[in-house]
């Protein structure tokens, strides 16, 4: 019969040869640290995803109100010969809010009252039920026709660019939030070392 010994937590200091072996408190104090400083990072990072959103709702909206329906990427940077909107520009614009607003919904904490009031919510259509918030392939996809039909058209870059800010808009969200779990998933199993170096 063997016994495996359990490996503890151990702190080495560069101008120490001796390792320190971190007691309880210790080990429960620095995964707590560690756990804070990962909620701050987060929390900033999901601060400014929603203020880049916000700001490009914004723009969407001014391109609605616009007359000449040009991209604000193509008042920066304007063609030697414009290019006229794609069809149906202002449904597409608000697709793209709409799309938008919906990526808020996935920085959202689980908890947030916004989710439990949307799972809540009664099913019109019986057994047919639109999950909320949609999986990121969902929302890629839908982003994804104005700038093809805007490539298709051969419409310049700008108008091209224009129309994929929802999608690159998408794959930010998806992996910071891959990112977030990644983080998440790292404390976990440092704290579940800490359990298991416990009577070492």
């Known amino acids: 019969m063997s016994l495996r010994q359990r490996i503890p937590f151990r702190f080495s200091d560069a101008g120490d040869e001796d390792d320190h072996v971190l007691d309880e408190q210790e080990q429960e104090e620095l995964v707590r640290h ?3 400083q990962e909620d701050t990072i987060n929390s900033q990072y999901l601060l400014s995803l929603l203020l880049v959103i916000g ?11 616009k007359q000449s329906k040009q991209s604000p990427i193509s008042a920066l940077l304007p063609n030697r010969t414009p290019s006229p909107p794609i069809p149906l520009p202002t449904f597409f614009a608000l697709l793209h809010i709409l799309l938008q607003l919906h990526l808020c919904l996935h920085l959202l904490p689980p ?7 949307l799972s809540s ?15 990121h392939p969902a929302t890629l996809a839908a982003s994804a026709v104005a700038p ?3 490539l298709l058209l051969r419409h310049g ?7 994929a800010v929802t999608g690159l808009m998408t794959l930010l969200v998806y992996y910071v ?3 977030i779990r990644q983080s998440d998933e790292s404390i976990r199993e440092l ?8 009577g070492a």
């Open 191 to 198: 704290d579940g070392m800490r359990y298991d170096a416990r």
């Open 34 to 36: 560690l756990r804070d």
């Open 177 to 179: 939030k891959k990112w």
């Open 148 to 150: 093809a039909l805007a």
């Open 55 to 65: 700001l490009s709702c914004l723009l969407h909206v001014i391109f609605i109100l």
């Open 121 to 135: 919510l009664r099913p019109p259509l019986g057994p047919l039920v639109l999950p909320l918030p949609l999986l």
């Open 157 to 163: 870059w700008p108008d091209v660019a224009w129309w």
């Open 111 to 117: 908890a947030h009252p916004i989710l439990r009031a």
